[in-house]
């Protein structure tokens, strides 16, 4: 019983000296897996399409930047002024949106690729260029900071990528701001143009409304006689112009009523006696003179310049061929063992 236990145990075990030993005589099939995958890592790394990284640095414009976006917005004109926050958030939301990306895929990103490779899947196409083109926002401390990155083959291009595609941001977030602000402006006039045509048309009514007023007392004053008579109560002012008591117009005379009846209803226009009117019209002239051109403001700005980068970020080629080594050396290393113990186990 103790024999076979032995037995056993020893078939059970492997001596490291034996081990050794079936790895030098196995030392050829080991180097030559182990050259054979550093080959094939090595032509991986060297023939593989490098692929080039460009970034960009996007922070909030200055107050100087948006200062004409503020012209002429101060409290008395009604118009709340643009922050610096308002701006930029127009900007981002503009440079994440999905429009921007598909007119980016369609006009820019398709045509740089060949027929071939066009005719692919577009879903796939887009995947990948969603996948070339990444905006992030590299800290959560720095919430208003945003790291843009093109992917390319050449690194001429990822840098062209880069400044285009925030261009075209920058420029649909000034169309759109400049867009809201004349719309602003318009409704603003509009509504001013209303209360105006309201003013006169309130103004015509209370005119044709005194001549009437006026017109009874005339005949109330012919019919008594009191041609030249006046007496005035409550106020020159008060009287003249028909808000006194209209029982007491007729006290002015026939004459004085038939000069006022004639003078209003020559009036061509009530304008100078219509209260805050000539200030509307003040306002609308100054809101017409308001206006933004698109180069006179930025809406973001970029830390530091986009620049051609310089070495890929991928492939590696140093540690795709230290990899390809260890891979190499542990795969010969297991077929090595592999035929050492099917050539040991072998039977005669």
Do not use: C
Not at 140 to 164: C, E, H, I
Not at 272 to 288: C, D, M, S, T, V
Not at 292 to 316: F, M, T, W
């Amino acid at each position: 019983m103790r024999e076979n236990n032995s037995g056993n145990q020893g078939l059970g075990e492997v001596d490291l000296a034996d081990l050794l030993k079936g790895i030098w005589a196995q030392r050829w099939l080991v180097f030559a897996v182990a050259v054979v995958i550093t080959v094939m890592a090595g032509a991986f790394a060297f023939l593989s399409t490098p692929v080039y990284e460009a970034r960009a640095f996007i922070l909030p414009p200055t107050q100087n930047d948006i200062e004409d976006f503020n012209y002429g917005r101060t409290p008395e004109s009604g118009l709340p002024p643009y922050s610096v926050k308002d701006v930029y958030a127009v900007f981002i939301r503009n440079l994440h949106s999905e429009s921007l990306r598909n007119r980016f895929f369609n006009e820019v990103y398709l045509p740089s690729l060949s027929d071939d490779a066009r005719r692919g899947s577009q879903d796939y196409l887009y995947r990948k260029f969603t996948a070339a083109l990444t905006i992030a926002q590299p800290s959560k401390d720095f919430s208003d900071r945003f790291t843009v990155v093109a992917l390319n083959n050449q690194p001429a291009q990822a840098a062209d990528w880069l400044n285009l595609y925030i261009d075209q941001a920058s420029e649909a977030a000034k169309k759109e701001l400049i867009k809201n602000f004349s719309k602003e402006i318009k409704v603003r006039i509009r509504n001013n143009e209303a209360q105006i045509a309201m003013l006169r048309e309130n103004a015509a009514n209370v005119r044709r409304d005194t001549v009437r007023q006026l017109l009874e007392a005339e005949k109330i004053a012919g019919a008594i006689g009191l041609e030249k008579h006046q007496i005035v109560s409550g106020g020159v002012t008060g009287e003249m112009s028909g808000s006194g008591d209209s029982r007491l117009i007729y006290l002015r005379g026939t004459k004085a009523l038939e000069a006022e009846v004639k003078n209003l209803q020559t009036r061509e226009s009530d304008d100078a006696f219509i209260a805050n009117l000539r200030k509307l019209q003040g306002l609308n002239e100054f809101y017409k003179t308001l206006g933004v051109k698109g180069e006179d403001v930025a809406v973001y700005r970029l830390d530091g310049v986009i620049q051609p980068p310089d070495s890929p970020i991928k492939p590696k080629k140093a540690l795709t061929l230290l990899l390809g080594m260890v891979v190499g050396l542990g795969l010969g290393l297991v077929f090595g063992l592999m035929r050492h113990f099917w050539t040991v186990r072998k039977p005669e």
